[in-house]
């Protein structure tokens, strides 16, 4: 089956670290552009980064960039979210899609909640 | 930046009937390589969103034939011609690179 399947997430104090993970399996991961979307809770999708299949391109929305670092291990077939010094307002359920090209996402992971409280 | 906007923002309707929303772009949308990059995507209450339609007009495998999507330059329409219980949600417009319409709620009346 082709999917993806998220790890990581939770409940994490302002000014803190978590790291999402995202596991594909059932198509040519190491060819995929990947991206993360988010959704603050009762808000709209969100763009927030996305790299490319050899990992040496990366971009990033304004208001995690210097704070967040997408990667891949293409050995394992996994992508990568590290968010760093996470605010409030970074709450949202994280999702990690293929994006075959210009932003056409097809196949989405499950999403991951994430919680900045204190 | 590319700003879309959709309209409208909250959308009754009776199954069996038709309905469309409106997906209008700050700027063109035509790339310079002349394909547009404007996609629709579906998301149900507690699932992850679906694509629906990319570039424009081409369905995803699986869609049903009752969805469609139209336009160019800067104005953009899906439509669904007859609703049925299973289309409820939310539906986004979204181009490249990275800008999503603010959503449209899609319920039955």
């Known amino acids: 089956d082709v999917q993806l399947v998220q790890s990581g997430g939770g409940v994490v104090q302002p000014g803190g670290s978590l790291r999402l993970s995202c596991t594909s399996s059932g198509f040519t991961f190491t060819s995929s552009w990947m991206d993360w979307v988010r959704q603050a809770p009762g808000k709209g999708l969100e763009w927030v980064a996305n790299i490319n299949p050899d990992g040496d391109d990366k971009y990033y929305m304004d208001s995690v960039r210097g704070r967040f670092i997408i990667s891949r291990d293409n050995a394992q077939n996994s992508l990568y979210l590290q968010m760093n010094n996470l605010r409030p307002e970074d709450t949202a359920v994280y999702y990690c899609a293929r994006n075959p090209e210009f932003s056409a996402f097809d196949i989405w992971g499950h999403g991951t909640l994430v919680t900045v409280s204190s | 930046d590319v700003v879309l906007t959709q309209s409208p923002l909250s959308l009754p309707v009776t199954l069996g009937q038709p309905a469309s929303i409106s997906c209008s772009s700050s700027q063109s949308l035509v790339h310079n390589n002349g394909n547009t990059y404007l996609h629709w995507f579906h998301q149900r209450p507690g699932q992850s969103p679906r694509r629906l339609i990319y570039?424009?007009?081409n369905r995803d495998s699986g869609v049903p034939d009752r969805f469609s999507g139209s336009g160019s330059g800067t104005d953009f329409t899906l439509t669904i011609s007859r609703v049925e219980a299973e289309d409820i949600g939310i539906y986004y417009c979204m181009s490249w690179p990275s800008t999503f319409g603010q959503g449209t709620k899609v319920e039955i009346k």
């Open positions: 570039k424009v007009s």
